[in-house]
């Protein structure tokens, strides 16, 4: 996927399930059911077991149907490394110039983590795609909708803590996407992959999103 069709995809389904762990191998099967229910954008964090092996696994398999990109990273020589692997968006908890630069560089979707309305301005202005607002828990609705006073055509990603009920609230607030870690893809998803429970939660968000696009 180019570039636009990395936003497109994210657009499309609103949200990025976040993959932070050791899943046993089961990366492939867990996005395939991602898919399946209608998730179609994946971040691999590189603090996770293998990343660099799963984000290559997982653009081979699905590049022609999700959006599969890095998460955590904190360097340059990360994106540079999660490029090759074929990452195509770059995800990280802070805003570090150095990693937008190098990002768009590679033309890839730039997301870096911002707290602040400074931060989300200086990320703009050096390139970056979208802001994914992290820790979103801690700032909530209120501070995406606020947001879209001065800075009206901004894409926000809140991320951390989101839960079914939160997507629907930060998408109804404005948010352009949502990132969802733990709450979809924690524990008990490491310790058993695919499952008909993954499959309930999952429909969960993706109604979620749909009763957002109902409320705009």
């Known amino acids: 996927m ?14 990025i399930a976040i993959l932070r762990g050791d899943f046993g191998g089961r990366e492939e099967e867990i996005v395939a059911l991602l898919i399946e229910t209608g998730i179609t954008a994946v971040e691999v964090t590189l603090n996770s077991a293998g990343a660099f092996s799963s ?3 997982l653009a081979t398999q699905f590049a022609s149907n999700a959006a599969v990109g890095a998460g955590t990273v904190l360097t340059a020589n990360d994106v540079k490394r999660a490029a090759d692997a074929g990452a195509r968006f770059i995800v990280s908890p802070n805003r570090d110039l150095t990693v937008i630069e190098a990002t768009k560089q590679r033309q890839l979707a730039s997301f870096p983590g911002c707290f602040t309305p400074s931060e989300i301005v200086e990320a703009l202005q050096a390139g970056a795609d979208a802001a994914k607002v992290f820790p979103a828990q801690c700032l909530g609705t209120n501070f995406i909708k606020a947001i879209q006073g001065p800075l009206p055509d901004v894409r926000l990603i809140p991320t951390g803590g989101v839960t079914p009920e939160a997507a629907a609230n930060y998408l109804k607030a404005g948010a352009w996407a949502v990132g969802v870690g733990s709450e979809l893809l924690g524990a008990k998803v490491r310790a058993t992959g695919a499952s008909e429970d993954l499959r309930q939660r999952c429909l969960s968000y993706v109604a979620a999103v749909r009763e957002s696009v109902a409320h705009a």
Not at 4 to 15: F, P
Request: aromatic fraction near 0%; proline fraction near 0%.
């Open 2 to 15: 180019a570039q636009d069709d990395i936003l497109r995809a994210i657009e499309t389904g609103r949200i």
């Open 55 to 57: 984000i290559e696994l």
